[in-house]
C-alpha cells in the first residue's frame, strides 16, 4: 500500500508538470530526487513504528513475556522499516522510470509478487546456487519470515547481517539509477 502512495505521489508530479515547475522554481534536480527518497524514508520509518505499536501492544496484551523477549522481538521492528524501504525504493524507481501510475503500479505489484520469485527459481535451476534470495525484495523478505509461508522457504538465506549488508548495496544501486533517471529527464 505504501508502494502504490509513493507511485501516486511521484506520477502525479509528472502528469501535472509540478517537477518541472520545482525545478524551474529552483530546485535542483539533486533536490527533487533527494525530497522522494526522503518521503520513502518517511514511510518506512512510519511503517516500523506502526509495527513498534503494535509489538508492544500484543506484548501487553498477551502473556507479556520477559523484557528481553520484548527487546528481541523489537529488532523485527527494524527489519520490517528496512523491508517497506526496498519496497519503497523499487517502487520509487519504476515511478520515475515510466511516469504513468497505472503502468507503475501493475509492474510494482507483478515484480513484487511473481517477476523475483521466478527470476529466482531460473537462476537457481541454470546454476544450481540459491542466488535468488540475493535479489533485492528477497533478501529483505526474508529478515521477516511470514510464519503461514515458512513452508514454502528452501532454508538458503543468509544471516541477517549479511542480509542488511546485501540489501544496503541494493538501496544504493536503486539510489544511483534513480539520481541517473532524473538526469536524463526531460523536463517537457
Known amino acids: 500500500v505504501l508502494g502504490i502512495i509513493l507511485i501516486t505521489q511521484v506520477s ?24 522522494k527518497w526522503y518521503n520513502a524514508i518517511i514511510l518506512s520509518l512510519f511503517a516500523g513504528l506502526i509495527h513498534i505499536i503494535f509489538t508492544l501492544l500484543f506484548a501487553v496484551m498477551g502473556d ?32 520515475l522510470w515510466l511516469k504513468r501510475s497505472g503502468v507503475a503500479i501493475t509492474l510494482f505489484i507483478v515484480y513484487g509478487h511473481i517477476v523475483e520469485n521466478l527470476l529466482g527459481y531460473f537462476l537457481k535451476r541454470m546454476t544450481g546456487l540459491e542466488i535468488g534470495e540475493y535479489l533485492p525484495l528477497s533478501i529483505v523478505d526474508g529478515l521477516c519470515p511470514n510464519i503461514f509461508l515458512s513452508f514454502l522457504s528452501s532454508g538458503g538465506r543468509p544471516s541477517c547481517p549479511i542480509a542488511v549488508a546485501i540489501a544496503c548495496v541494493h538501496l544504493i544501486a536503486f539510489y544511483l539509477l534513480s539520481v541517473r ?3 536524463r529527464i526531460d523536463l517537457k
Not at 17 to 35: K, P, S, V, Y
Not at 69 to 90: E, G, N, Q, R, T
Request: net charge neutral.
Open 64 to 95: 507479556g513475556g520477559t523484557f528481553s523477549d520484548i527487546v528481541a522481538s523489537l529488532k523485527y521492528s527494524f527489519y520490517f522499516a528496512l523491508d517497506a524501504f526496498m519496497w519503497l525504493s523499487v517502487a520509487l524507481l519504476l515511478a
Open 12 to 35: 502525479n508530479e509528472f502528469s501535472y508538470r509540478t517537477h518541472r515547475q520545482n525545478i524551474i522554481d529552483g530546485l535542483d534536480r539533486a533536490q527533487f530526487i533527494n525530497a
Open 181 to 183: 533517471v532524473i538526469k
